[in-house]
């Protein structure tokens, strides 16, 4: 873990809560737990302990069910683990919610499968809320034009009322800690937006945006993204290189594929026609 991880904001720990399994066994369910930012924008690391009453079992394993609340799909994501730590994505700007049960399996297990604690421990911790609200940019958007160079852009906070200068941070797995932008985009001297090659923000992978800042007024209230790059792309125009007028007064359409990187395979096409009346043509 690096020496430069910090732990985000106020947190409170509570124990709550009862599952529907049976509880002739009693297992505690973990302790310590500690969400560790390491200024990935969004991708926290979530580490735990075993509960004391459990460390001199020898003829048993333990595992972990560790439970978080998914914010970009409003869902609670589950995961089973024999290790006491986890990294996981998170919207910054939302609450934080984590629970982790304690699983024990084995012989003190008496046969059952899995003997799960009744109870879990439960991690909830706020966003920081830097700033008020109306100072967020608006409409953060990454177009991935022809699959060869991205431009990400936003519109200044609604409540804005003096220039202020933006800065934009971008991580993904591959990089060590976040970067700043190298290529900002200008309207009028003000930041609106930024430019990347394709090689600076790789496919199939999430990256992780922070758009922040400072005014003369205050603090800015940091935006955070997590968008896929393949999703963002937008093909080149398609232009249509000949008609072919055919018997039966059908006309031939050929065109050729866009200029750029996106493969053939992976594009459609669309045709809208009209019929003139005068010529009947279709
Ligand atoms: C294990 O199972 C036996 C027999 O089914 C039962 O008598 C005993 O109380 C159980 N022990 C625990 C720890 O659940
Ligand atoms: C903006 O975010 C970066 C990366 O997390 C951070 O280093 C910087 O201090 C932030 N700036 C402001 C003004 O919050």
Known sequence: MSSTMFILGVTFILIIGWSNLSDSLKVDPPVDVVILDPGHLGNLHIHWKPPASLLNLIECSQQFQLEYLNTYRDTWIKIRTSQTSFKAQFDLEKEIRVRIYTLLTGVCANGSE???????????????????????????ECVFYRREYIECTWLKGHDETVASQRRLFFWHRA????????????????????????????????????????????????????????????????????????????????????????????????????QDTRTGIH
């Open 114 to 140: 899995v003997v799960m604690s009744t109870l879990y421990t439960e991690l909830v911790q706020q966003p920081a809320h830097l700033g008020p609200a109306g100072t967020r940019v608006q409409n953060f």
């Open 175 to 274: 990089l060590g800690h976040a970067k700043e932008c190298q290529h900002y985009i200008y309207s009028n001297t003000i930041r609106r937006g930024c430019n990347f090659t394709h090689q600076a923000l790789p496919e199939f992978t999430n990256i992780n945006f922070c758009v922040n800042g400072s005014s003369t007024d205050g603090p800015l209230r940091p935006a955070f993204h997590s968008l896929q790059m393949q999703n963002q792309i937008k093909p080149a125009q398609t232009t249509v290189v000949r008609v072919q007028a055919g018997p039966d007064r059908v006309l031939k359409l050929h065109w050729e594929c866009p200029q750029g990187r996106v493969p053939r395979h992976c594009l459609e096409w669309e045709v809208e026609h009209k």
